[in-house]
């Protein structure tokens, strides 16, 4: 395991039982004091550059996670991505993040957000990046399984009481026995209280 993702580990592990803490400490307060969500589902899509592959353009990124308001600033959730990196490979990361931010309190909020997790990297022979998407022609392929996490920031802008644009920006990295994995998301979708 390289130096930053053990780094990256140690961070994110520190910071979740903070957070959880804090989310218990107010568990005996009602649980929507006009606060924000109780729960978020979120959809995201766009661009990906890959800093290791410099003969491709942009790939792309489509995702969705779902997540609880522990705290007063800060949201677990779970996500998964499907990223289209080459006409060859395809990455689909499973993670846990924390983020920090008031949604639904603002006009425009700022976010802060961290993930860990597994990229699941996929190499098939295919020849567009729709293919990738949608989970390439059928046929063999290799896998590999990686230990990933991500770092970035964001702002959403209330649409509704109930809907928020999001904005973001994620650097993403992910090592494996074979394969390393780093590059720059822009993520713009949708944020829905539940």
């Not at 644009?165 to 822009?186: C, E, K, M, N, P």
């Amino acid at each position: 395991m390289r130096f930053s993702n053990t780094l990256a580990v140690t961070i994110f592990v520190g910071i979740l039982p903070l957070t959880t803490g804090a989310g218990m400490a107010g568990a005996s307060e009602p649980a929507d004091k006009g606060k924000g969500p109780q729960a978020v589902l979120r959809f995201r899509g766009g661009p990906s550059f890959e800093h290791n592959n410099q003969n491709t353009g942009p790939a792309w990124l489509g995702g969705a996670s779902a997540g609880v308001l522990i705290a007063g600033q800060a949201t677990v959730m779970l996500g998964i991505d499907r990223i289209s990196l080459d006409h060859s490979r395809a990455a689909t990361p499973l993670t846990l993040q924390i983020e920090l931010s008031k949604p639904f309190q603002r006009t425009i909020t700022p976010s802060f957000v961290g993930g860990l997790g597994a990229y699941i990297v996929e190499i098939v022979h295919t020849t567009n990046d729709l293919d990738f998407l949608l989970g390439g022609p059928p046929g063999p392929r290799q896998t590999e399984a990686m230990l990933g996490w991500y770092l970035g920031a964001g702002l959403s802008f209330r649409i509704s009481s109930s809907t928020m644009f999001d904005l973001g920006l994620r650097h993403q990295q992910a090592t494996g026995h074979y394969d390393y994995l780093s590059l720059d998301t822009i993520d713009t979708g949708f944020t829905f209280r539940l």
